[in-house]
């Protein structure tokens, strides 16, 4: 069955990056692009950006470019987000999904990392 | 980008009874629309997709409509499993975005 399994919580430095993992299983990665979502604290869902394993291809929400940065490792079928010059702000959960070439809903859901930036 | 308008904000409903969440698009997305129901402590899970096709294992209860810029999910007879939060997704447009949610209780 389809799966993105997501690294775990994370405590970070404020100004510091962090670097958290989506890997799938259970389908073709290449078939998929994997999109990022940030859920802040209580409330409700933004979507940061997406990357096409395949080619590397990606999309960003204008509010997160320069702030997120997408990968893959096809050998691995893992995604992978990095997040920069954080801030209280960046403090959420971060889900990892995948859509469809096609289909632009997400039908699967990794179960989010945990970002805390504190000193 | 293309703001999603939900509402209610929270409804608090009865078991077996038969509930309504509307989403308002700013624009026309032509059906390009997905709901999500996340429950405490959990990533969310899709619903029901281009507006009206029920996802995968869904129960035949949930049900969306809608088009243009009006679009609602309906819940019909209340189950204790359904309280949770539920979302609306646009997809027809960058960048996604999704609508504040509405977060579902049993009276």
């Known amino acids: 069955q389809v799966k993105l399994l997501q690294s775990g919580a994370a405590l970070v430095k404020p100004g510091a990056s962090v670097k958290m993992s989506c890997k799938a299983s259970?389908?073709?990665?290449?078939?998929?692009?994997v999109s990022w979502v940030k859920q802040s604290h209580g409330k409700s869902l933004e979507w940061i950006g997406e990357?096409?394993?395949?080619?590397?291809?990606?999309n960003f929400n204008e509010k997160f470019k320069g702030k997120a940065t997408l990968t893959v490792d096809k050998s691995t079928s893992t995604a992978y987000m990095e997040l920069s010059r954080l801030t209280s702000e960046d403090s959420a959960i971060y889900y990892c999904?995948?859509?469809?070439?096609?289909?632009?809903?997400?039908?699967?859901w990794g179960q989010g990392v945990m970002v805390t930036v504190s000193s | 980008d293309i703001q999603m308008t939900q509402s209610p904000a929270s409804l608090s409903a009865s078991l077996g009874e038969t509930v309504t969440i509307e989403c308002r698009a700013s624009?026309?997305?032509?059906?390009?629309l997905a709901w999500y129901q996340q429950k405490p402590g959990k990533s969310p899970q899709l619903l029901i997709y281009?507006?009206?096709s029920l996802h995968t294992g869904v129960p035949s209860r949930f049900s969306g409509s809608g088009s243009g810029t009006q679009y609602s999910l309906k819940i019909n007879s209340l189950q204790s499993e359904d309280v949770a939060s539920y979302f609306c997704?646009?997809?027809?447009?960058?960048?996604?975005?999704f609508g504040a949610g509405t977060k579902l209780e049993l009276k």
């Open positions: 259970g389908y073709t990665f290449t078939d998929y692009w």
């Open positions: 624009e026309d997305i032509y059906n390009g």
């Open positions: 999904t995948r859509r469809g070439d096609n289909n632009y809903y997400f039908d699967y």
């Open positions: 990357i096409y394993p395949n080619s590397g291809a990606t």
């Open positions: 997704q646009q997809y027809y447009d960058y960048p996604y975005t």
């Open positions: 281009n507006a009206n």
